[in-house]
């Protein structure tokens, strides 16, 4: 089991930047490719950003791409989503997941573990 805890949301006005952080417990985090989804009210949860095992590669939505980087820190068993430059649609629950297969997914079967959710809400 992985147990996943996200922190960092609020309320941001657009245009502003927020640091999402998901922390890990549980099995060796190393060993799993991580990803960020959202879900907006009344939308279906969609796929935000994925990392793997090292760090060394990434992966985005077209949404998001050149405004947020999602990192990650081994040692500290933490995933990171950097987000700038948000807009009212940003707005939704985050949250971040693990995932045991070989490469980085955009879809959220293929992940393990889910966190519960932090909450951003973005103000035009």
């Known amino acids: 089991q992985v147990q996943l805890v996200e922190s960092g949301g609020g309320l941001v006005q657009a245009g502003g930047s927020l640091r999402l952080s998901c922390a890990a417990s549980?099995?060796?985090?190393?060993?799993?490719?991580m990803g960020w989804f959202r879900q907006a009210p009344g939308k279906e949860q969609e796929f935000v950003a994925a990392i793997n095992r090292s760090g060394g590669s990434t992966d985005y939505a077209d949404s998001v791409k050149g405004r947020v980087t999602i990192s990650r820190d081994n040692a500290k068993n933490t995933v990171y989503l950097q987000m700038n430059t948000l807009k009212p649609e940003d707005t939704a629950v985050y949250y971040c997941a693990a995932s045991s297969g070989t490469f980085l997914y955009r879809v959220r079967y293929r992940y393990d573990y889910w966190g519960q959710g932090t909450q951003v809400t973005v103000s035009s």
């Open positions: 549980g099995r060796t985090f190393s060993n799993y490719n």
